[in-house]
């Protein structure tokens, strides 16, 4: 079962948008609607911040927003701030006859 | 308040075994899916075993045979059981909580950091 794969890096300026994009394959994103995301400051455990491909757990704020198209799920982060500059990890649901969950490599986004 | 607490990490020889803990507060282990997510120094995020709610255990490959996850449910734990380990084992493990059987982990611990090395 391979990684899902994501750009290594990220970047935009105070206010912008950044859009991190997580690619996997018709057995994982492409089949089901359970590619969720995560934020992770250094040193830190990873927040879920995006879970059933758009849907935001309590808290998270609206500036973060989830997205799929094909094999192809993307994170999109709006109006950004400096505690937006994270590692960002997205994963999926790959079925449940092997193991049923993959991660992505991985987007450092930083803010200029 | 839902928490996750690691701990039973340390520094241990190749070959060797090791139990680490997760104990839950907040919700009841046993009604929740719940997995050990392993992160490596300097590298990305690895679901490296799952416990469903019937008892339903799974293991990436990499750990099958050597790992095995149980739970017990009178300390409301999550435990993970690790055996032959070597030095590709050496990362902070986390346990989390699934929002469902199809993932999402919602809640997570602190992690706790084994190193394998002699």
């Known amino acids: 079962q391979s990684a899902l794969t994501q750009p290594p890096s990220a970047s935009g300026s105070p206010g912008q948008s950044v859009t991190v994009s997580c690619t996997g394959a018709s057995s994982d994103v492409g089949a089901y609607n359970y590619v969720s995301w995560y934020q992770q400051h250094p040193g830190k455990a990873p927040k879920l911040i995006i879970y059933?491909?758009?849907k935001r757990p309590s808290g998270v704020p609206d500036r973060f927003s989830g997205s799929k198209s094909g094999n192809t799920a993307s994170l999109t982060v709006s109006g950004l701030q400096a505690e937006d500059e994270a590692d960002y990890y997205c994963s999926s649901y790959a079925g449940s006859n092997n193991f049923p969950y993959v991660f992505g490599t991985g987007t450092k986004v930083t803010v200029l | 308040e839902v928490q996750l607490v690691e701990s039973g990490g340390g520094l241990i020889q190749p070959g060797g075994s090791l139990r680490l803990s997760c104990a839950a507060s907040g919700f009841t282990v046993s009604n929740t899916y719940m997995t050990w997510v392993r992160q490596a120094p300097g590298k990305g995020l690895e679901c490296v075993s799952v416990i469903y709610t019937g008892g339903t255990t799974k293991y990436t490959d990499s750990v099958k045979g050597r790992f095995t996850i149980s739970r017990d449910s009178s300390e409301n734990t999550l435990y993970l059981h690790m055996k032959s380990l070597g030095a590709e084992d050496t990362a902070v493990y986390y346990c989390a909580s699934n929002l469902a059987v199809t993932g999402g982990f919602e809640s997570w611990g602190q992690g706790t950091l084994v190193t394998v090395s002699s």
């Open positions: 059933e491909v758009r």
